[in-house]
């Protein structure tokens, strides 16, 4: 399989494990469009990939991902438009379909679809330094690309609800505390902590691994076909708000937004 054409995510290859990274580190791994549609498209590459068992997801530098990015969230707002639902889709169902086993290397901040996209990993593992968080309500808009899909199904409705309507951050030591993820350790372990985990993975029994992972995931697809068309099209007619308008001149004007609930 040949991913010489991504340009916002860095694919390296050691032996039958494939590491992907998240690479736009002077913005904090923020998702443009570019990196969208990239997300949207490189789990069914790796999917069909006969040189990869086991698959590892991070960002380059000293976040796994701001979420998305707030200067291209203005420019489609002042365009009119919105982000392609389509690839937002694309992105929680490519995660969902990959048969191999993929893990989630967390450090600093894991926000917004950064989040999703993490939290729709298999084994997720965060330093202690890693904040977690869906804060779209925060730029008023609604938590459509698969946070209101994973979040119920990993922690319960009521804490995912809260985290979810507030925008609040979670502590990565909390975060493992309540289930949303798999393991925390210091961030001067986290490195070989990964390693370990896909090196076990690694020398398991592939297909039985795999198929493990496929058969799990039939109650959580099953969810995210009810949900995803629904929330995709919410979050599309908040970006057409003007709460959505206020958050994004706020953050321009850097100030507090004044949401009017419109």
């Not at 889709?89 to 990959?98: H, Q």
């Not at 925390?184 to 020398?203: N, Y």
Request: net charge negative; with cysteine.
């Amino acid at each position: 399989m040949d991913y010489s054409h991504y340009r916002s995510i860095k694919v390296e290859r050691q032996g039958r494990l494939l590491t992907l990274t998240l690479n736009r580190p002077e913005v904090l791994n923020a998702v443009d469009g570019q990196m969208q549609l990239e997300l949207a498209q490189i789990f069914y590459d790796v999917n069909l990939d006969q040189d990869v068992d086991v698959v590892m997801l991070t960002g380059a530098g000293k976040a796994f991902s701001a979420g998305g990015d707030i200067n291209w969230l203005g420019e489609t707002t002042d365009a009119g438009t919105s982000p392609s639902t389509l690839d937002g889709k694309r992105v929680v169902f490519g995660l969902l379909d990959l048969e191999k086993p993929i893990i989630a290397k967390l450090r600093g901040p894991c926000v917004g679809l950064g989040a999703t996209v993490a939290l729709l990993c298999d084994i997720i593992i965060a330093s202690d330094d890693a904040r977690i968080g869906d804060p779209h309500v925060k730029v008023g808009i609604v938590a459509g690309d698969g946070g209101a899909v994973i979040w119920p199904q990993l922690i319960g409705y009521a804490k995912a609800k809260e985290y979810l309507m507030t925008g609040d951050l979670i502590g990565a030591v909390e975060a493992e505390r309540i289930g949303l993820i798999n393991h925390v350790v210091p961030e001067s372990d986290l490195d070989a902590k990964a390693q370990a985990i896909a090196d076990k993975l690694l020398r398991g029994a592939t297909l039985a691994i795999r198929y493990t992972k496929v058969a799990t995931n039939i109650g959580l697809k099953m969810v995210a076909q009810a949900v995803m068309d629904a929330s995709v099209a919410y979050e599309t007619v908040t970006f057409h708000s003007q709460d959505h308008r206020e958050a994004v001149a706020a953050f321009r004007e850097k100030r507090r937004p004044i949401f009017t609930g419109k």
